[in-house]
């Protein structure tokens, strides 16, 4: 089984800074993607930044610039460091991993955490 767990949210005015973390526990595979969602009341999921085992990451366009995501894999930690935050970030920040290679057990399942909320305010 898999675990994910989200870290790190929490209340800061615009213009200010988080780090999100985010941690995998349980069976890990080598190859992998972590991806970052973010959901506010009513909508759905959408798409912030991915990161994969090789490191090549990915970003929505509305956070390229000021969010940047990253992995340590010792620790099995996947990070997002927002900059320069704004209310449209504000929302229920989610992390998804994925492991993608035939060879993991539960090829291309999503494991899901709970979620950590970012408040951003004016």
């Known amino acids: 089984q898999v675990q994910v767990s989200e870290s790190g949210g929490g209340s800061v005015q615009a213009g200010g800074s988080l780090r999100l973390s985010c941690v995998v526990s349980?069976?890990?595979?080598?190859?992998?993607?972590m991806t970052w969602y973010r959901q506010t009341p009513g909508n759905e999921r959408e798409f912030v930044a991915t990161i994969d085992s090789d490191g090549t990451t990915s970003y929505a366009d509305s956070v390229k610039g000021r969010f940047t995501i990253s992995q340590d894999k010792v620790l099995k930690t996947a990070y997002l460091q927002m900059s320069s935050l704004n209310v449209d970030d504000t929302a229920m920040y989610f992390c998804?991993?994925?492991?993608?290679?035939?060879?993991?057990?539960?090829?291309?399942?999503?494991?899901w955490g709970q979620g950590t909320q970012v408040t951003v305010s004016s």
């Open positions: 998804r991993r994925v492991h993608t290679s035939r060879l993991c057990l539960n090829s291309g399942k999503p494991y």
């Open positions: 349980g069976y890990t595979c080598r190859v992998y993607d």
